[in-house]
């Protein structure tokens, strides 16, 4: 058994959110990613129970805020539905109607590659909408839909199978469970706010921006957009230095260099900087992270 908190680069290869950063309130280049992990040990039911019991009991998010979906199964490669995920998420949902949702291959089953362990996964959504609006349209109408306070926030990832090179899958010995759930969108949840931007690991951030750019955030869509690239990108470049990985013009070194170029750009298409910024607000960066 295990319990982590990653980093994690999204900016290239399958799994990229690059172009979304900032555009967007909870996409990152850089976010952490907490996991809990049982090779071999425990399964579907414990993993479900003890997220619900984290988010509900020990952070307090409400139950009625929250949805839970489930592999749908697929005729195709011969993969039932996951009825045992929904057999126990009837047990955090008394009522499972637009509670516990199927979810397609796309979003609901996990493999990292072409070949290798994989496995139905089952996501957990959280709607932070304001009452009224939740009350005009249901939150499960909304799910993976790209609403922006309507987002997953965990995804227990359940590994029991192996796909083979000729695309078939055979059942492993031993079932894992790997999740992960995002940091910054928790952080959003819990700090009831509407954007992972306006939460304590940003906010100093974006201050500086503002402080050293003259611009103020919350005033024109564009530059906002700006600000939240620019203090995202300065976390990704900066702890990816950190932890030795240089800016070049090749291979790893060239994805942080792409990084960030992205954020100079937007400071000076944006943010009408003239002059080298980013240097100026590691400071900031420091006092926020540096423990």
Known sequence: RVANSQKCLRVSGKHNDLEEV???TYHHTMFEMLGNWSFGDYFKKEAIAWAWEFLTKRLGIPEDRLYATIFEGSAEEGVPRDDEAFSHWKKCFPDPVNRILDGSRKDNFWEMGETGPCGPCSEIHVDIRDEKERASVPG???????????IEIWNLVFIQYNRKADGSLETLPSKHVDTGMGFERLCMVVQKTKSNYDTDIFQ???????AVTGKDY????AT??????????LRAVAFSI?????PSNNKAGYVIRRI??????????YLDAQEPFMHRLTGVLAET???
């Open 224 to 233: 906002d957009v700006a600000m939240r690239v620019v203090a995202d990108h």
């Open 242 to 246: 950190a932890d030795g990985q240089i």
């Open 289 to 291: 992270m540096g423990d």
């Open 260 to 269: 960030l170029r992205r954020a100079v750009r937007y400071g000076y298409n």
């Open 140 to 150: 499960h109408e909304l799910i993976n839909k790209g609403h922006p306070q309507v």
């Open 22 to 24: 900032g555009h967007d």
């Open 218 to 221: 919350g005033t024109d869509p």
């Open 204 to 210: 100093a951030l974006i201050k500086e921006i503002s």
